[in-house]
């Protein structure tokens, strides 16, 4: 079948149907504007269905501490807007828990993301808006550099040109696609694992700049976290299950048997920084000490405990249990790695760390020696959840252009912004839920003004 279908005009089409997306046709419906989502997928919802908190730093000082390269002002149009995207989660009757700490520097709310995106899915319908899915986005209708809507292909292959106010790309990020992340992240990073969904493959990221957008900020990074190497994910459970946010705590080798990065800045750190490092690949190693008080123990309040190291080696990870550093020595030949150099390594970052001498590279949060046998051996890798990079936006998500002002009629939210992070993170659903509420705002005002 084929043709192309006129579709009456509407206040927000939105492209993407995921935390960003959901919730700006949601707002935009629930406040009398008319609404298309349009999602290639074949539900809604995209990673937000892997994920149970919205969370961000507390204060705009916290921000700029743990992100002193982002956008200030996308910072504080972040945590001015958070409160607001809590009560909104609630507004649905969506059970929305107490503050908890989050990652040592955040503070954030648990929930239930598959109550919020249905919610909001049945909000849009029962608002007179439409839902597409399995639908992808051709192009944008661009006019006089405004625009105006977007060609849209339906499952049977007729196109559907839908005209709007404002078009508010929400597609996830570029995490999906290899020439991409070769060309924004690392050479290496195609190679990585994906703990999200697979649809995220740069859609916004390609409409946005062919329409005017520009690209921001180069080098940003990406949001993931180490996983056993070798071990596919294959299963949406393992991106939680075998995530080692205990590296923090640990000490990380590469395949020289070099310690390269400061592990207690954040996993999230030490994945980005794996990623650059020969053959992507490295060990974490942690003693009993950091078993009994981290990998055995929740990682968030609220969250069940979990062993990672069993859960690892059942998935067929290379873990290994040594009972005293000359073990190092014994590291199999075939996992490539320097046995006895790591030992000595070991051995010289205790000795400093004992008698509080400098660390190179340091540790800034947690300089406790590794020296409680047994040691635990898990050769790890970095997974990528989604990308920092995308068309810079400004606090009311407008997309600009390189000159700095806003492409008319673009607007972009969750991981098809950028601009927000540079090679940090605090919180990945919080700016999808702000900013796609805040493109829900615009849209409105738009429509009334």
Same mark, same amino acid.
């Given at each position: ?26 707002? *935009? ?29 507390? *204060? ?34 969506? #059970? ?39 639908? #992808? ?25 839908? #005209? ?128 009994? #008080? ?147 705002? *615009? ?7």
């Amino acid at each position: 079948m084929s043709g192309t279908a006129r579709n009456a005009h509407v206040d927000l089409l939105v492209i993407g149907g995921g935390m960003a997306g959901l919730s700006a046709a949601a707002r *935009t419906a629930d406040g009398g504007g008319s609404v298309v989502l349009v999602e290639k997928g074949e539900t809604t919802g995209g990673s937000a269905r892997f994920a149970g908190f919205a969370w961000t730093a507390p *204060t705009l000082d916290e921000m700029r501490r743990v992100n002193p390269d982002g956008d200030p002002e996308l910072a504080a149009a972040l945590l001015d807007g958070f409160p607001e995207g809590i009560d909104w989660i609630r507004s649905l009757g969506v #059970e929305c828990k107490p503050a908890v700490p989050v990652l040592g520097y955040g503070r954030g709310h648990q929930f239930d993301t598959d109550h919020y995106l249905d919610s909001c899915e049945r909000l849009i319908r029962d608002r007179g808006g439409e839902v597409l899915t399995g639908t #992808e986005t051709r192009a944008l209708l661009v006019e006089d550099g405004a625009v105006k809507g977007a060609e849209c292909v339906r499952p049977d292959g007729s196109v559907r040109r839908i #005209e709007a106010g404002q078009t508010l790309l929400a597609t996830g990020g570029f995490q999906g696609d290899s020439d991409l992340l070769a060309r924004h992240i690392h050479a290496q990073a195609p190679d990585m694992e994906l703990r999200a969904n697979p649809y995220s493959r740069g859609d916004g990221l390609r409409l946005g700049l062919a329409a005017g957008g520009a690209f921001g900020k180069e080098d940003a990074g990406f949001y993931g976290h180490l996983m056993p190497w070798g071990v596919p994910l294959n299963d949406s459970s393992r991106f939680v299950d075998l995530a080692l946010y205990y590296s923090e705590h640990a000490l990380l080798f590469n395949i020289e048997g070099e310690r390269f990065v400061d592990e207690t800045v954040g996993d999230h750190l030490n994945t980005i920084a794996l990623v650059e490092q020969p053959q992507a690949r490295g060990l974490l190693i942690a003693d009993a000490r950091v078993r009994r #008080e981290w990998i055995t123990t929740p990682y968030v309040e609220g969250t069940p405990a979990i062993d990672k190291l069993e859960l690892c080696r059942r998935a067929g990870a290379r873990v290994a249990v040594a009972g005293d550093l000359a073990e190092f020595d014994l590291i199999p030949e075939e996992w490539g790695y320097p046995g006895a150099k790591i030992r000595d390594r070991i051995e010289q970052f205790n000795l400093r760390a004992a008698h509080g001498e400098d660390i190179t590279p340091p540790r800034a949060l947690d300089r406790k020696p590794i020296n409680e046998p047994p040691f635990y051996v898990i050769e790890t890798a970095p997974a990528i959840t989604y990308t920092f990079g995308g068309l810079l936006i400004d606090r009311a998500a407008r997309v600009l252009s390189e000159h700095g002002d806003a492409v008319p009629g673009l607007l972009a939210a969750g991981a098809d912004a950028g601009g927000l992070y540079r090679r940090a993170y605090a919180g990945g659903l919080a700016p999808a839920l702000v900013f796609g509420l805040t493109a829900a705002k *615009t849209a409105l005002t738009e429509k009334t003004g």
